[in-house]
């Protein structure tokens, strides 16, 4: 089992829909959990930051955790084609004790006009 | 704040050859990543160095690849020698200590033939 998983895609959503990007992970113990957006040929940006469970708003972006499920999801509300990217989960590992972070394969999201 | 700044973007080199990879972390950051980039693996980590000092290197593929941070400003990933499967992006990202995400650099794209 990978230790963060993420639906490879594509995911199409139409514009001004809500888009719903899921991830999950393996290690219980881990405490955070971040969201990045790339978009292609580019390098991964930090949008969202989650320690907590239940929903951390930002703009039209939230990330909800679940702690108990092994579960971080991202809902971008009025979907814009600007939001076209791929998005990646990373997760804290634990497991070394150290700071790094595992990142998810990635879900790539396209937002029809 | 000039960000995580990389050299050199784009590098094409022949197999055998050496390559050397620069990465200037944001000044305060004192924790530095180096990750790899490709369709297949998605983002792997390589190494981590905390404070100047690696902490951990699990992710170096193997011997041919060996990174250096001589001082906070400034870190290589040495790869000696280069093969075509090295081909990759690879992205240097740096962070404060603790639960924060990353900044990651433009990435330098590496094409070995």
């Known amino acids: 089992q990978k230790e963060v998983e993420q639906n490879s895609g594509p995911l199409s959503v139409p514009e001004g829909a809500i888009a719903s990007l899921n991830c999950t992970y393996s290690?219980?113990?881990?405490?955070?959990f971040f969201w990045y957006r790339q978009y292609s040929g580019k390098s991964p940006e930090l949008i969202m930051s989650?320690?907590?469970?239940g929903d951390q708003e930002d703009g039209r972006f939230t990330a909800q955790l679940n702690k108990a499920s092994q579960y971080v999801s991202l809902l971008i509300r009025d979907s814009q084609p600007s939001d076209s990217a791929t998005y990646l989960c990373a997760v804290r590992s634990t497991t070394s004790g150290t700071y790094k972070y595992i990142f998810g394969t990635g879900t790539r999201l396209k937002v029809l006009a | 704040d000039a960000g995580v700044i990389q050299s050199p973007r784009h590098e094409v080199t022949e197999m055998g050859q050496e390559v050397t990879l620069r990465c200037k972390p944001i000044s305060g950051h004192n924790s530095l990543f180096w990750y790899r980039q490709t369709m297949m693996r998605g983002l792997e980590l390589l190494i981590y160095?905390?404070?100047?000092?690696?902490?951990?290197d699990s992710g170096m593929p193997e011997d041919r690849f060996s990174a250096k941070m001589p001082n906070a400003s400034f870190s290589t990933l040495k790869i000696q020698p280069s093969e075509p499967r090295d081909s990759a992006v690879y992205f240097c990202?740096?962070?404060?200590?603790?639960?924060?995400?990353?900044?990651f650099g433009s990435g330098t794209r590496l094409t070995v033939v």
């Open positions: 290690d219980r113990g881990s405490q955070s």
């Open positions: 160095f905390n404070n100047n000092v690696p902490i951990d």
């Open positions: 989650i320690y907590s469970n």
């Open positions: 990202a740096s962070s404060r200590t603790g639960n924060y995400g990353y900044t």
